[in-house]
Each structure stands twice: as structure tokens, then as C-alpha cells.
């Protein structure tokens, strides 16, 4: 019943949410220079012609009433099309979506693959060689952006080697080795950044724990220090971990654009990107939602990983 | 980024017309090649079968062409399904393609255009002259396109089912330029009454659309009632839209992809090195080439002084500008015309980078407007990093000659439209790569330049009657000695109106593996051979084989 009217609270708490984000972003995009018309038709962008292109979109009607028929349409599923190319905006999101999942899925799960393990030795082993020498590492990818780990992993792996393919996705369903051999080099450019992040965040909380009076207990009933690694000192320095990564996940869906540039890979941050410079607000609008709808719904799922990882919130109804 | 930035920046209509070579008569023109001449494979016999898959540098927006722009990947995606009315030989004339012959009357008022018997749109139906009327009178209607064809009085049937007459509101000699890109296409007017129709081409191209995932690709396989017997050669084609330069580059040295085009200069820095893979550029095409330049409002103070405009050419080391900003490869530019290539490019007079003689001007300006009247003014660009840096070394090169300047980056459609109602000082800009001038009649004649505030397609804003006399003479005689007078005259008025700081030409390449032929040396359907080069960044799928 708990665990029912939790989802409720958290669903009705979406709505005014969502209602908020969508109208701050349309007012946004408007308030942006630039002009659909202009860019569809370049410079012959006669006066007659910017009109006529106005009143063929809907662009000619007062701001607000753009906003409200967007959204009476968008609550029955129904996004609109791109100025464009006259794609509907779901039909442009459920082709880019997939490709955008797949991509941060696989590269958080790697950088957590990475991540964990060397945050358990390094902070087992706190101010030893293995600490120091991923410390340093975890910097160095820190500082290194995307766009030149992208661009170094290219050169190594596709020009010089012929590993794998510099650019393009192959959909799993047409070829899942294709697919795979694509993704690796855009998982591996956005799991050593984040990895790194994990790492550092995971070795603080875990030598904070390490420090808790009920670590040095089970040290003196004499459990293994691997024991109390994984079973005792874990799962409660997991908090930041959690929280990072899923807030990760949330603006990635969004926010890998410079990854999905570098490899032409035909997901939502280049759909972003490509509809920004066009002034494609319905486009816009669409990905801004589902942006929006990503972050509330991890969010929560982050909320119940808390219950599982500390009793005490769960027994105390602090969600 | 920076290839679409740079692409986002030229915005001439390029698809309006195929941009083209017209060299002067019997002058072989050719790409400059590396790497070997498998690409050009005069004496091989083209192989049937195959693929090849292409980076382009950007994605389409449909395929319509009287609704959607077709830039350099929009022409290359249209000539796939498509088939233009008229395209250019190796002669640089203007050839029938998919018309049997486009002919005019005695004083170039009426074009009779004859399509070629039993073609067929890959629908099946039969391509008929209502047709080619409906598409005409589609682009005239169009926002779009309407605007370059805005000399044609009516299009109307011909004597049978596949003639069409087009009469002109004045004599237009050039008009056939006109059927080699966009407006030439021919399509299904079923597209037009179709809301999805920019999406489903229907044409009598080489190819037929498989699947287009924008953003993603573009297959097409081959059409296999093609009315050009034994073409295409391949079996299949599909583009890649990859808008970074770099990542194309990359693509390309890894086997990712078969072919690309490419107008960022860096692409012939990253793949010059590279094995197995030639490169055609246009360092010695001999055509149009569209022209970088600073564009100054002569409509408004303090730019409508030509003393100041001539001090910034004067002021403008264009040499140092190309070596810092595009590696010192593509070649300077002193006019409206390519100083390469082009049949109409002669010595222009243009102001040379002289500092003492910049200097001098701005003094007459000062004393001119008042002493303490520094010259001051905006230089905008858009939002690019690359944009950013040559708009700050033009900074520092007028600031030299005692010119102020505040720099604004502005973004991509505001700059359009800014530049449509004069509302800037001096503007960044890429244009004039029309293969007949003609079609820049629209951007230089004075008609066309209208007070800030109000929209004008002379975005300079310049007026100069002998320039109008040229544009007249240019569109109208038939003699090409007189039009290739009247369009040198127009580059030396410009050379001292200043409407234009030159700066640099845009320099395409086309790379591809060393396995693909047929780029170059192609054949017209009526056995002449077809223009040897790729047109800027373009070229016909349709003879493209994998050796």
C-alpha cells in the first residue's frame, strides 16, 4: 500500500513538473533570435515569403496559443512535426532514442564495471601506489573533454587499426556484431569520463565508512577485510554513487551531442542540436519533454534504490 | 561542427542552379587530383554491381524541390532520385539531359523545351509536358525558388505531350542554366498534393529510395527501368550525414565510408598524407567557386562612405587572413569571380593590402567628418570559433589602420534576416558561386536594395547604374564576348564601390578510395562527354562504379 501511494504522490508531483518545464522551455526557444521561416528559405526570405511560411506553420499566432495547441496535442500522444522535414516528432524520437539508450546504458555500465572495483582497492588501500596511480588517472580523463578522447580513440582505432568503424550506427536488430563493434569507441569516450567521476566519489565515501566505529567492531571479530568491504563498508557509501549516476543517466539522454557529432551517430543530442540551429521548436518541445519525463522518473527510481540501500529510510517513510 | 558552421554561413542558392563550371571554349577543366588517377579511369571498362557509401556534410530537409533547400547534399540527394532537365559537359555548355533539346526563339523570349519519349517516374506513370508545366508553375508559386525564375512570364504546353513553352518577360539568354539544378528536376506533381510528398520522392533518377533515416542515412538501389540503358553501376548508394569535417575525414582513412565532399580546408590537410585515397579539389577547377568575403552596408553610416570602405580593403592583408584561418590553401580572392578558373574573372583593380594608403584614407575620412570622428562600426559573424578568429584578426588588421571595430557573433537566422533589413554594419559572409552570373542579377542589381528596415535581397545595399546596364546586358545578348565584358565590368566596379572586402575562395574537395571510378569522365546521354569535375562538392551518382 506503501509502495502504492508513494507511486501516486510521485506521478501527481510529475504533472505540475512537466506543465512547468514545458512552458519555461516554449518561452524560452521564442525567446531565442532566429526564425524558422528565415532558415527555411535562406536568403530569398522575402517578406511575402516569410509570411506566407509563418501562417503554413502556425507561426503567425500569438505565442501562447501555440503553447496551448502544442499542448492539447502532445497530451494525446501527438508531438507535431518538424518544421523541416515534416517528420512527426514521436517518429523522429523513437528512431533516435534507442541509439541514445544503447549508448548511455552500455557506457555507464562500463564506467561502473571500472568504477567500483577500483574504488574497493584504491580505498582499501588508502595513499598506496594503486591509489595514487588511479587518482591520477581518474584526473587525467577529468580533464580530458569528450570531444578530444573521441577524437584520440578515432585516430588509435579506426584510422591507424581499422578496429572499428570511425562513424555510423548499425541498428542491433539489422546486426548485433555491427552494432557493437560501432558503439565501442563512443561507449569507451563517455565511460572514462564518467568512470572517473565514479571512481572518485566512491573512494571518498568508502574511506569515510572505513573510518565508522561499527567497521573497526567487525575488524576486531576478525572478518576478512574483503568481507567488510563488499558486505559492510559498500552498500552504505553507495549513496552519492546512486545519486550521481542516475542524475548521469537523466542528463545524458539529453546531453551527448559532442559524442554523437564525433561518431554520426543518429541520436536524440544530435537531434537536439541539428533542431536548436534550425529553430525546429516542435522538435525542440519534444526532446525538452522527454528530457524532463527522464529526469522525474529517475529521480524516483533513484528515491526507491535509497530504500533498498538504507532501511532506516524506508522504516522512517522519509520518501 | 565546423564544416556545417561553415556550410551554414554560405548562403547563396546553390541548388537554384547546379553549381557549375562555364570555362571559356574548348578549355579542358579539371579537379585537381592526388593520389594517382583511378578515380578518373579513362581507359577502364566500368563494372556493374557494388556500393558505395558517402559522407556528406550535412542532412536534407526533404526532397521536394519546390519546398525544401537543396544545398550541395540536397543536389546530391536529388540527382539520386532525380534527374535534371539539363546538365554541363566537359564543353562547359549547358546539355539536354532529361529534355531531348531546350530551345530558344529568335530574341530568347520563348524556350521550347522537348522531353525525351517514353521515360517513366519510378511510380510507373508516364512523364508527360503537364509534368514539366506543373513543376515550373509550382517553383514560380514557390517562397522558395520563385524568386531566381521570377523572369519567366508563363510556362504552358507545347504542341504534343512533350513540349513545353516557357516565355520570358525579357530576353534570357542564360535561361537553360537555370534546368541544371533545383528548378530542373523533374517530379511527380503527385509530390505536391501529397503532405508527405518531401519525404517520398518520385522521380525518373538512376536510383529509387529505399530507406532515409534523417540524421542517420540515406539508401537508394538501383532503378532497374533507369532510362539510360546499363546505368547506374551500382547496385546500391547510401549517404551519411557526418556534419563534423574531421569525423568524415576520420571515416574515410578508416574504410567507414567510400567517398566524401568536404568544403573545410582541413580535409585536404588531414587526408593529404593519407594511402588509398585520392582527392579532387577545386584549386584548379575551372569554373565559379563561391567567394568568403567581408559584406559592408553602404546603406548606413559610416559604411556608405566608399573613403572608408576602400581604407578597409587597403587594410585587409588577405594573404595573412587565408594562412592563419585556412592553412594558406584555398586561392585569395579579388573579386565576384574565381581567380582560378572562371571565364569571367580579368584583373579587377582591386585594392591590394597597402597600410600607408589605409592610413591615408582614414585621415580623408577624419577630415572629412571631424577630426575626432575615429571611424567606428560593427563586424559580425556567426557563432563559430573559426568565425571568431577571423573576425578578430580583421580586428586587428583595420584597428592598425585606425579603424575601431566591436566585434558581434550573432546566430545563424537573425544574421540572415539582419542582413535582409540592413540592420549591420559589416557582416561575414560566403556567396556568389552561380555558375552563370546571371543568377546573381537578384543580389547586385539596384532595384534589389531597399533603406534599413525594409527587406532587400542587395543585402550591400550597393546601387551603381553601370552595374544594372551590365546585369541587363549580361541576361540579355547573346554574344558571350559581351556578357563576359559586362560581368568583368561589374568586378571592377566592385573593386572600387567596396560593397565586398574579399577575403578568400571556398575550396571543395571530393576524397574517395581509390577503388571508386567514375567521378570524373563520364558520358551525356548524347555521347559528349560530361563535365570533368566534381561542381562544388556535387557529382552524378549515376556513374560511379567500384572497380
Redesign the interface.
Known sequence: MNALRLLGRKFLQLIPVLFAVTVLSFLLIKL?????A?????????????A??HQHLGLDKPIPTQYLTWLGHAVTGDLGRSY????TTTQ?LK??LPVTLELIVLSQLLALAIAIPMALIAASRAGGLFDRVSTTIAFGFLAVPDFILG?VL??FF??RN?WF?????TPFSQSPTENLRGMVLPVLTLALASQAVYLRLLRTDLIATLQQDYISMAKAKGLSSRYILLRHALRPSSFSLVTVSGLQLGALIGGTFIVE????L?GVG??AV?SI???DYLVVQGIVLLVAVAYVLINFAIDLVYTFLDPRIRHAGAI | ?RS?VRA?CA???VGLVATACSSSGGKKGSGSSSGGSTTAAPNETPKPGGKVIM?VEA????FLPTA??FDVTGLTYASTVFDPLATYGNDNKVHPYLAESITPNATYTVWTIKLRPNLTFTNGDPVTNADVVADLNAHLKS??????ISNIASVTPGSDNLTTVVTTKTPWVPFPVYLTGQVGFVFSPKMLTD??G??HPIGTGPFILKEW????HFIATKNPNYWQKGLPYLDSVEY?????S???D??L?????DILHSSDPQTTVDLKSTSGINQINDLSTKGEVEEGFVMLNTGKAPLDDVTLRQALAYATDRKKVNDTIDFGIPAISDGPFGNVGSPYHAATGYPGFDLTKAKALVAQYEQKHGVSAVPTFELGTTNTGRNLQLVSLLQQMWGDAGIKVTIKQ?????Y??N??QGKYDAYTWR?FGEPDPDADN??WNSSNAAPEGA?S?N?ARNKNPKIDADLATGRQSSDQATRTAAYQDIATQFATDVPYVWINETLWTVAAKKSVRGILNWTLPDGTPGVDHPIGGFFLMSHVWQG
Open positions: 531565442l533570435p532566429g526564425d524558422p528565415v532558415n527555411i528559405l535562406g536568403p530569398s526570405a522575402t517578406k511575402e515569403a516569410v506566407q511560411i523541416q522535414n515534416q517528420q523522429a528512431q533516435r577524437v578515432v585516430y579506426a584510422v581499422h568503424p570511425a562513424t555510423g550506427y557529432v564525433i561518431f554520426a543518429p544530435s537531434l541539428q540551429f534550425s529553430r | 561542427m556545417m551554414a548562403v547563396a542558392i559522407g542532412e536534407v530537409d526533404g525544401n533547400r517562397p522558395l525558388t520563385g524568386a531566381a503532405p508527405q518531401s519525404q533515416v534523417p540524421g542517420n551519411r550525414p557526418i556534419v563534423e574531421t569525423s568524415r576520420s571515416s582513412s578508416a574504410g567507414t565510408i550573432v546566430e545563424q537566422s537573425q540572415i534576416l542582413a535582409l556567396q537578384t543580389w527587406l535581397l543585402f
